[in-house]
């Protein structure tokens, strides 16, 4: 494998709505750094423990970041916007001194605006709304690069927690593959009712809202993508109870 190289392309997103549906967190408590900062050799993959919905469940501090991915254990980094502005020339988004420990992971940031990247083995995936990849090239592969890792540009506001989600997704996998590789507790609750009108507005084929409302519980981020790469739809938890979308295609106002 040759060194680590950083796409430059960034995705090209037609609009990003803000949709407020009836959904509330099932978060469960998640281990991970706190003030104490992992390194490498000593971060432990957390175990998540999900708790009924009858029963009260702990709600993480709202100075909160929570990183998950699917599969879980993936490495986390976190880097301040300051630090992340020359990113394409000097700094390393996987340096070590950004590194907070493994997916699923609860750590506690200031307020601002951040890169999140979850570095995963390399691999051709499909696009889950990331921001940025890096890819890795594979020598005597003709097709030349995999993804390594899935960069996020977030925001954490004050007093509001900030949810990240990587679907490590290959690109070879049908939904239902995927979906079955999912643990079946459900994270969020999302009825059809409330998640229907935006399925309708960008025409997703009814066949396809149950695979995406079950995806969109278990992990909070459902992804569809029509046999044209730029139609597709994404939806993602970016707090406990405010969802965003990225879309490609037609789309009914």
Not at 43 to 61: D, E, G, R, V, Y
Not at 168 to 187: G, M, Y
Request: aromatic residues 8%.
């Amino acid at each position: 494998m040759k060194a680590i190289q950083l796409s430059t392309v960034r995705r090209s997103i037609l609009a990003i709505s803000v949709l407020i549906l009836s959904s509330a967190c099932m978060c469960p408590t998640l281990t991970g750094s706190g003030n104490t900062k992992p390194t490498k050799e000593t971060a432990a993959t957390a175990k998540t423990a999900l708790t009924p919905t009858s029963i009260p469940t702990p709600t993480p501090a709202p100075d909160t970041l929570i990183v998950r991915s699917f599969p879980p254990g993936q490495e986390v980094y976190v880097v301040p916007e300051k630090a992340a502005q020359g990113i394409l020339g000097t700094t390393n988004l996987t340096a070590e001194e950004y590194f907070m420990g493994h997916t699923p992971l609860e750590i506690s940031i200031e307020p601002g605006t951040y890169c999140v990247t979850i570095k995963h083995e390399p691999a051709r995936l499909l696009d889950d709304g990331t921001d940025n990849i890096l890819f890795q090239m594979k020598e005597g592969d003709e097709n030349g690069w995999l993804q390594m890792a899935k960069i996020y540009d977030i925001t954490k506001d004050p007093d509001h927690q900030a949810i990240v989600t990587a679907l490590i997704w290959p690109e070879d996998q049908s939904p239902e593959e995927f979906i079955a590789t999912l643990p079946e507790e459900e994270l969020f609750e999302v009825t059809l009712e409330s998640f229907e009108p935006v399925l309708q507005r960008h025409h997703i084929p009814t066949e396809d809202w149950d695979s995406m409302l079950t995806m969109l519980r278990r992990t909070g981020k459902a992804v569809w993508q029509g046999e044209d790469p730029s139609d597709y739809l994404i939806i993602y938890f970016v707090e406990p109870d405010r969802m965003e979308a990225k879309w490609g295609g037609i789309a009914t106002p």
